[in-house]
C-alpha cells in the first residue's frame, strides 16, 4: 500500500493529497502517517510547499472526518436503540439507558474528545461517528477538528520535511504504536462484553 500512496503523489500531488486524505479518514487502514510524512519529504524535491501541503491535507482529512460525522447524525439513539435489538446484537445486551448515558457523557466533554480524538491512530477517523450521534452542532464539531486535524498534520509534514530520505522512519515508529492501540481497544471492547455478559447471568 505505501507504494501505491507513493506513486500517487509523486503523479497528481496535491490533488492524490487531497482524495488520499478523505479516504484515510473513511477508510482507516490507509495510514496518513505514510501520506503526509512523504508529502513533507516531496517539499524539498518538488513543486509542492510545506504550507500547500498541510492545508491540502487538513481539507480533505477534515472532509473525511466530516462525512463521518454525518453518518453518525444519521444513527439517533432510537435508530441506534432499533438496530441493537435486531437478533445478530442483541446477546450483547445492550439498553437504551446506555445509549443515552453515552450520548450525555459526549454532550459534556464532547469538544476535548473531538480534539484529542484527532491526534491519537485509529480513533482520530473513528471519533467523529459518535460526535455526530451526539448531535454536537456543526459548528463546534468543525472548529475542533479542525484545530485537532492542522496541529496533527502539521506534526507529520513537518517530520517527512526534517527527516528527508528517513521520512519512512516516522511510519515505522507508527506502526509498532498503532498496533499496541489495536490490542488496547481490542482488549477494551473485549472487557466490556464480559461484564455486559456477566453482569445479565448474575441478574
Not at 52 to 80: A, D, H, M, W
Not at 88 to 104: A, C, M, P, V
Not at 161 to 188: F, Q
Amino acid at each position: 500500500m505505501q507504494d501505491w500512496i507513493m506513486m500517487l503523489m509523486e503523479e497528481y500531488g496535491y490533488i492524490s493529497l487531497f482524495l488520499l486524505m478523505i479516504i484515510e479518514n473513511v477508510f482507516p487502514p490507509i495510514p496518513s502517517e505514510v501520506i503526509l510524512t512523504f508529502a513533507g519529504f516531496m517539499t524539498s524535491m518538488t513543486y509542492l510547499s510545506i504550507f500547500g501541503v498541510i492545508i491540502v491535507g487538513s481539507l480533505g482529512s477534515f472532509i473525511g472526518g466530516f462525512l463521518l460525522y454525518l453518518i453518525g447524525r444519521l444513527l439517533t439513539p432510537q435508530r441506534l436503540t432499533h438496530l441493537l435489538e435486531s437478533p445478530w446484537i442483541k446477546w450483547l445486551h445492550f439498553k437504551s439507558e446506555d445509549i443515552y448515558k453515552t450520548q450525555g457523557w459526549f454532550v459534556k466533554h464532547g469538544k476535548k474528545a473531538v480534539f484529542f480524538g484527532r491526534l491519537v491512530p485509529m480513533i482520530r477517523s473513528l471519533i467523529s461517528i459518535p460526535a455526530g450521534m451526539a448531535q454536537m452542532p456543526v459548528i463546534t464539531f468543525s472548529l475542533y477538528t479542525l484545530f485537532g486535524t492542522l496541529l496533527w498534520d502539521t506534526i507529520l509534514v513537518l517530520l517527512g520535511t526534517y527527516l528527508g530520505a528517513n521520512w519512512s522512519l516516522i511510519s515505522m515508529y507508527m506502526n509498532k504504536y498503532d498496533m499496541i492501540w489495536k490490542v488496547i481497544l481490542v482488549a477494551l471492547i473485549l472487557y466490556w462484553i464480559f461484564k455486559k455478559v456477566s453482569r445479565k447471568d448474575k441478574s
